[in-house]
């Protein structure tokens, strides 16, 4: 169980990373890319299943942490399909879209960082 944690925490980073290092990388030209979308999607599922390993162990969970994790991880994977549809339909994606996927991803990782 502690190797699929890992695997599942690796993931969950490279999701962030995805999606904060696609928004600073079109940070001029604000944008949502195919990689964004991966990984707000990554971050959804691999959160999920990190919080059910941890139900499962010892069941220590800051149910209210996961939850405001959760509602922004939301909004960041509805933000991301927004864009990416817009993008795919050949839209100018607005820039308070794309800077919301970015930014509320920015803001997760604080929250999981500092929140302890």
């Known amino acids: 169980m502690d190797f699929l944690r890992l695997v599942l925490?690796?993931?969950?980073?490279?999701?962030a990373a995805a999606i904060v290092g696609g928004w600073?990388?079109?940070?001029?030209?604000?944008?949502?890319?195919?990689?964004?979308?991966?990984?707000?999607?990554?971050?959804?599922i691999t959160g999920l299943l990190l919080v059910g390993l941890a139900e499962m162990g010892d069941g220590d969970v800051n149910h209210?942490?996961?939850g405001v994790k959760l509602l922004i991880a939301l909004v960041i994977?509805?933000?991301a399909f927004?864009?990416?549809?817009?993008?795919?339909?050949?839209q100018d994606v607005s820039k308070g879209i794309a800077h919301a996927v970015?930014?509320?991803a920015f803001i997760?990782?604080?929250?999981?960082?500092?929140?302890?």
């Open 9 to 15: 925490v690796f993931l969950h980073i490279l999701g």
């Open 24 to 44: 600073l990388a079109a940070f001029k030209t604000p944008t949502v890319s195919k990689w964004q979308w991966i990984g707000a999607l990554t971050q959804l």
């Open 64 to 66: 209210m942490k996961i």
């Open 77 to 79: 994977a509805v933000a």
């Open 82 to 90: 927004i864009g990416r549809r817009k993008v795919k339909n050949n």
């Open 102 to 104: 970015g930014g509320m």
């Open 108 to 116: 997760n990782i604080a929250v999981a960082v500092f929140w302890v």
